[in-house]
């Protein structure tokens, strides 16, 4: 069983930035695959970022996010995190971190993140 606790959500006014931190109940090198996804009300769930914990690990975008988000891992916190600049307000959406770890899906209770001004 995994547990994830997420933070750093909150309101941003167009162009600011923001963190947001998920932080996993186990070691992070028994986990595959961790990172973020959104959802947008009446929209579906979609990629943000992820990273890959194994050897040769990646990270991996959605389009609309690169080139304005950064995902990095703490090892010694067991914890992803995700920079997040030049928010736009159609990044509003609650964020939930993911997990990929013993052969299951693993997801956090979502953090709410609103760009407005």
């Known amino acids: 069983q995994v547990t994830l606790v997420e933070s750093g959500g909150g309101l941003v006014q167009p162009g600011g930035s923001l963190r947001l931190s998920c932080a996993a109940s186990?070691?992070?090198?028994?986990?595959?695959?961790m990172g973020w996804y959104r959802q947008a009300p009446g929209k579906q769930r979609e990629l943000v970022a992820m990273?890959?914990?194994?050897?040769?690990?990646?990270?991996n975008y959605g389009d609309s996010v690169k080139g304005r988000f950064t995902i990095s891992r703490d090892n010694a916190k067991n914890t992803v995190n995700l920079q997040m600049n030049s928010l736009k307000p159609e990044d509003t959406a609650v964020y939930y971190c993911?997990?990929?770890?013993?052969?299951?899906?693993?997801w956090g209770q979502g953090t709410e993140v609103t760009v407005s001004s």
């Open positions: 993911r997990v990929w770890a013993y052969s299951k899906i693993y």
């Open positions: 186990v070691n992070i090198f028994s986990i595959n695959t």
């Open positions: 990273v890959t914990i194994g050897s040769g690990g990646g990270t």
